[in-house]
């Protein structure tokens, strides 16, 4: 049995995808013209910072991140190299490694929260009065993912 989605549903969902292209789009315009780091950057540095001193597994922090796992490695020696986060030895696996923000790293995610934070006020809060924010929060909230 094939189950067709309503116009309507579609159309939402078209609305969904070109609002994420078009607010990351300028996110990340918004950062650029400040001259700081990508918002991928942020969720990796916002992750490290909420996990303390302990730091993260990498795919620990890959569950955690809105990010595509693809081209993690590379992000992650990218903003290592700017010395925002290190690499310590994992005391559980002798192998492995956890992943720690530095101060420098800290000190960028508070500078990048600011133009953040703009960008989400300027997508969504300008446009929607509070009570419609917490009703399309409630109406996301119902969105289940099917398994797959």
Known sequence: MTHKPT???VQVWSRIFRIQKEALAYTEK????AKLPQLSWYDVLLELNHSDDIGLRPFELERALLLP???LSRLLDRIEKAKYLK?????????????VITEEGRAILLSMWPIYAKAIQDIL??????????ILSELLRKIKLPEV
């Open 125 to 134: 809060g300008s446009g929607l009065h509070p009570s419609e924010i917490e």
């Open 30 to 33: 918004a950062l650029k013209a």
């Open 7 to 9: 116009r309507e549903t």
């Open 87 to 99: 690499r310590i030895p994992c005391e559980e696996d002798g192998r492995g490694q956890r992943l």
């Open 69 to 71: 796992q693809y081209g």
